[in-house]
């Protein structure tokens, strides 16, 4: 018993000394005193940047909003599990959305780039098209490889809607033998 008492008293102090180094280096930090283990970055890729900056100017009478998370843009009907349908979305986001002035939401658009191809990314992208679909938001999806310049984006957003038909004028019934004249 005599030499089990300094032998667990030595391993204390190996096990109070090991704590307060590795607290001095952080990585027992975490806690609300210590520091957190964050740091700044960009919230948008290069070509993100450049397809923004061709949004604001081919688009300078909306909104352009980027990384927004698809649960602020759709949201659930009544009468359906909130949670169970929020789950669905909650974690994905935009690259774009394009809102009026009086931030209504006109459409949403992805960057699409080689990520996209993997299986996964493409059971991601088809549940948010089809969140997308359903809840009647246009959802534009371009490839990085072919981003669209500002005339592009403009004719995109500002296709001429299509003539209606006009109305047949109705012609008189000839009856057999005579002409109009």
């Not at 090991?18 to 952080?26: N, P, Q, S």
């Not at 986001?93 to 080689?114: R, T």
């Not at 984006?153 to 003539?163: Q, T, V």
């Amino acid at each position: 018993m005599k030499t089990t008492l300094p032998l667990l008293f030595a391993v204390l102090v190996v096990v109070t000394v090991a704590l307060v180094v590795l607290k001095k280096l952080g990585f027992l930090a975490g806690g609300a005193q210590g520091a957190w283990p964050f740091y700044i970055k960009r919230p948008l890729s290069q070509p993100e940047q450049v397809l923004y900056h061709r949004l604001v100017r081919a688009l300078p009478d909306h909104i352009i909003l980027a990384q927004v998370q698809v649960s602020r843009v759709l949201g659930v009907k009544k009468g359906f599990n909130f949670h169970e349908w929020n789950n669905r979305i909650n974690r994905l986001s935009y690259d774009f959305v394009v809102c009026g002035k009086d931030a209504s939401v006109i459409a949403a658009i992805e960057l699409d780039d080689k990520s996209h191809e993997a299986a996964a990314r493409g059971k991601t992208d088809a549940k948010k098209d089809k969140a997308s679909t359903d809840a009647g938001l246009r959802l534009v999806r371009w490839h990085v490889k072919a981003m669209p310049n500002e005339e592009a984006i403009r004719s995109e957003f500002f296709k001429p809607e299509p003539a209606a038909a006009e109305p047949a004028v109705p012609q008189p019934k000839l009856r057999a033998g005579k002409s109009a004249a």
